[in-house]
């Protein structure tokens, strides 16, 4: 016989909670071992080469004695590596907000397509995201070829002269930026096309009941229920972007005249090519700062939101 928490048994009561307790205990520490491999591949993959890098900033070039914050002091001093900070920022919010506009028009389109259609040009309208950045990217840099440029080979046709694509700084940005926005576009339009499905269709008939435009319900209704997919997909390309390396290293390597480095070509020059693994990594940590404020205000305008939401 129970009697409110108590459970009999053999004459005596015991309470009915402490069992229960102790399955929670187990299925817990069941949970617990089970992210046991998944702890350890980041700890390795992640913890322990960011906390060395850290580490190997701190030494001088010889890797003999600590020197603390000399390499980001000498740096920050360095016009070059001023340049490499503009030119990173340049690069990865130019490229993120084209991606995020592209792939938001692009889903809207394949959203408003009838099914078999719509497998069909979302299938095609993956494939550079599909393609490996580095073979992908072979085929931009025979497009921008300064001698057999089949860009510059259609314009040519239209009376437009000739573009040193790679050859000039700010083509060359431009470029660079375009291959990115190419290559990762697509990734947001799925996003974005998953987030838009998810979106109740009785909140579109009750705004055109209401008398809406398509510009308000895109405002009212679309924009405010896909805001934390945006926001998410977002930070995540901008970490991504940031962090980039095959797509400048092939295109340019970082020319001309290191107007194109970004923060993982710059590292690379300066650590493995000119074997100052130090100040390599001291390049590739002034990434982390800036990303981590872009972190903290989309978290929190994440968490904020849902918090509202389910409220």
Do not use: C
């Not at 579109?204 to 319900?217: M, R």
């Not at 924009?223 to 340019?252: E, K, Q």
């Not at 074997?275 to 002034?286: H, K, N, Q, R, Y």
């Amino acid at each position: 016989m129970a009697d409110g928490n108590l459970v009999m048994q053999g004459g005596s009561a015991r309470p009915q909670g402490g069992t229960l307790a102790r399955l929670a205990r187990k299925r817990s520490t069941l949970a617990f071992l089970m992210t046991v491999p998944l702890l350890a591949v980041i700890g390795g993959l992640v913890a322990y080469p960011f906390f060395y890098a850290l580490y190997l900033s701190m030494l001088n070039k010889r890797m003999t004695r600590f020197i603390g914050l000399e390499n980001y002091t000498f740096l920050l001093s360095r016009e070059t590596f001023q340049s490499v900070i503009w030119q990173s920022v340049l690069f990865a919010v130019g490229a993120v907000i084209a991606k995020a506009l592209i792939g938001f028009i692009l889903a809207h389109v394949l959203h408003e397509l009838p099914s078999k259609g719509q497998r069909k040009w979302r299938g095609m309208l993956l494939v550079p995201w599909v393609i490996p950045p580095a073979v992908s990217t072979l085929a931009w840099w025979w497009l921008f070829d300064p001698s057999y440029s089949a860009i510059n080979w259609a314009v040519a046709t239209i009376g437009i002269p000739p573009v040193a694509w790679l050859g000039e700084p700010s083509w060359a940005r431009f470029s660079v930026i375009l291959v990115n926005v190419w290559y990762g576009a697509p990734f947001f339009m799925i996003m974005y096309l998953a987030a838009l499905k998810s979106v109740p269709d009785q909140l579109y008939e009750a705004a055109a009941i209401d008398g809406a435009t398509g510009w308000q319900k895109l405002r009212h209704v679309t924009v405010p229920m896909m805001r934390n997919i945006i926001s998410i997909t977002v930070l995540f390309s901008l970490i991504v972007t940031f962090a980039n390396f095959d797509i400048v290293r092939i295109l340019t390597n970082g020319g001309p005249q290191d107007k194109t480095h970004i923060f993982g070509t710059y590292a690379f020059q300066v650590g493995i090519q000119s074997g100052d693994l130090p100040l390599g990594a001291s390049v590739s940590l002034f990434m982390f700062p800036i990303l981590a404020i872009f972190a903290v205000f989309v978290l929190r305008g994440v968490t904020r939101r849902s918090k509202e939401m389910a409220g």
